[in-house]
């Protein structure tokens, strides 16, 4: 058989007849066509659920087994709200309170052993107890609670017991020369959104003059935002009753000694 006949017929060389493409590959305005119909990737965040964009103002989901904060469009949101359901995740809510007769002496904070002069406090369903974290360099670190000294705080404000477990939180800024404790029921995420503030701030030991304005001003935005607490209002099941002790250090290394910043 003549060899050049075939390779003049296209036969044995893998290519088409006067088409000079190799067989099986796309034409270039095929490839061209597909890669200007595809969808561009979309700007800032996405739902951890479903996938949707969602804008910087956006509201969270707790996981309950690990209390991760998840990004979520407001479908997804709406989808965990029931406080009632036995589900892996529950939405956070919106809700602000203020203590106006909150009692903390000095003493009190200190037996909570918190190193620095601002924590908060939520129960966990989970782990069936409060939980207390604070502030620093490293991000939230979660303390020590030694349990009688949190019942004490609680039975001189009953009204603390309203904070829902999991997605409210209880942020105390501790007493300090010539001012009295403050508390605010506050979301969950509100708190973990302070902490990392403050963490980018973060100067020294004690925190640094920038950290200690940034919380100011966020002490004055929620101040704005919360309504006052029913008087001597609480609620069985709440941020109240703590079994078992908390394990320290879980996100910077342990309970720091000494009195740190805030105060």
Same mark, same amino acid.
């Given at each position: 058989?003549?060899?050049?006949? %075939?390779?003049?017929?296209?036969?044995?060389?893998?290519?088409?007849?006067?088409? !000079?493409?190799?067989?099986?590959? #796309?034409?270039?305005?095929?490839?061209?066509?597909?890669?200007? %119909?595809?969808?561009?990737?979309?700007?800032?965040? *996405? =739902?951890?659920?479903?996938?949707?964009?969602?804008?910087?103002?956006?509201?969270?989901?707790?996981?309950? $087994?690990?209390?991760?904060?998840? *990004?979520?469009?407001?479908? =997804?949101?709406?989808?965990?709200?029931?406080?009632?359901?036995?589900?892996?995740?529950?939405?956070?809510?919106?809700? +602000?309170?203020?203590?106006? !007769?909150?009692? #903390?002496?000095?003493?009190?904070?200190?037996?909570? $052993?918190?190193?620095?002069?601002?924590?908060?406090?939520?129960?966990?369903?989970?782990? /069936?107890?409060?939980?207390?974290? +604070?502030?620093?360099?490293?991000?939230?670190?979660?303390? $020590?609670?030694?349990?009688?000294?949190?019942?004490?705080?609680?039975? *001189?404000?009953?009204?603390?017991?309203?904070?829902?477990?999991?997605?409210?939180?209880?942020?105390?800024?501790?007493?300090?020369?010539?001012?009295?404790?403050? =508390?605010? #029921?506050?979301?969950?995420?509100?708190? +973990?959104?302070?902490?990392?503030?403050?963490?980018?701030?973060?100067?020294?030991?004690?925190?640094?003059?920038?950290?200690?304005?940034?919380?100011?001003?966020?002490?004055?935005?929620?101040?704005?935002?919360?309504?006052?607490?029913?008087?001597?209002?609480? /609620?069985? !099941? /709440?941020?109240?009753?703590?079994?078992?002790?908390?394990?320290?250090?879980?996100?910077?290394?342990?309970?720091? /000694?000494?009195?740190?910043?805030?105060?």
């Amino acid at each position: 058989m003549d060899m050049k006949m %075939n390779v003049g017929n296209g036969g044995g060389t893998g290519r088409g007849a006067g088409t !000079g493409q190799a067989s099986g590959a #796309l034409p270039v305005a095929l490839l061209r066509r597909i890669s200007a %119909n595809r969808p561009a990737p979309a700007a800032g965040e *996405c =739902c951890e659920m479903c996938g949707e964009p969602i804008p910087d103002a956006h509201q969270h989901v707790v996981d309950l $087994e690990s209390h991760a904060m998840l *990004c979520t469009c407001r479908p =997804c949101y709406l989808l965990f709200t029931d406080e009632a359901a036995h589900m892996r995740y529950r939405s956070v809510p919106d809700r +602000y309170l203020s203590f106006p !007769g909150f009692d #903390l002496g000095p003493g009190q904070w200190d037996e909570l $052993e918190i190193p620095v002069g601002l924590a908060f406090f939520f129960r966990s369903s989970k782990l /069936s107890r409060t939980v207390a974290f +604070y502030p620093g360099p490293a991000g939230a670190t979660e303390s $020590e609670l030694p349990l009688a000294a949190w019942d004490a705080v609680l039975a *001189c404000n009953p009204g603390l017991g309203l904070a829902a477990p999991d997605t409210e939180a209880l942020l105390i800024r501790g007493p300090g020369p010539g001012k009295a404790a403050d =508390c605010h #029921l506050v979301p969950v995420d509100a708190c +973990y959104e302070l902490v990392g503030r403050l963490r980018r701030l973060w100067r020294g030991f004690d925190g640094g003059q920038e950290a200690r304005d940034e919380l100011a001003a966020f002490f004055d935005r929620i101040g704005r935002r919360s309504v006052p607490a029913p008087a001597g209002s609480a /609620s069985a !099941g /709440s941020a109240s009753t703590a079994s078992g002790s908390a394990a320290s250090g879980s996100a910077a290394g342990g309970n720091a /000694s000494g009195r740190g910043g805030f105060r």
